[in-house]
């Protein structure tokens, strides 16, 4: 299982990124796809979660509702989040995470992840 997160960059404030997060050795129907974002000193928070299986389910954390989406194309086992009117508290490294299956109350939680990508910078100038 491997997951390879890129799309990160330098953007000013209000302006949009796309994250993907590309996924090898298992397929999208049976496993969910978070990200997850680590500021300097701060702890690992959860970010969005999206499971495209038998129940498909999205979360997001209060902090991006109505400015980030989620999505997964499940033909290129490949899923992407688009973060629009980015503010400069949302500079963080972001990394994806899988899990088999995941639950209303692990959709969030590092603990709920046994598989995680590599981090991707993004950082949001004032």
């Known amino acids: 299982v491997q997951l390879q997160a890129s799309g990160g960059g330098l953007v000013q404030a209000g302006g949009s990124l796309r994250l993907s997060c590309a996924a090898s050795?298992?397929?999208?129907?049976?496993?969910?796809i978070a990200w997850f974002r680590q500021a300097p000193g701060k702890e690992r928070e959860g970010v969005s979660c999206?499971?495209?299986?038998?129940?498909?389910?999205?979360y997001y954390a209060d902090s991006v509702k109505g400015r980030f989406t989620i999505s997964s194309d499940n033909n290129k086992n490949t899923v992407y989040l688009q973060m629009n009117s980015l503010k400069p508290e949302d500079t963080a490294v972001y990394y994806c995470?899988?899990?088999?299956?995941?639950?209303?109350?692990?959709?969030?939680?590092?603990?709920?992840?046994?598989?995680w990508g590599q981090g991707t910078q993004v950082t949001v100038s004032s």
């Open positions: 999206i499971s495209s299986g038998r129940i498909s389910a999205t």
């Open positions: 995470a899988a899990t088999y299956q995941v639950t209303t109350a692990q959709a969030m939680a590092e603990w709920g992840y046994d598989y």
């Open positions: 050795g298992f397929t999208l129907d049976d496993y969910a």
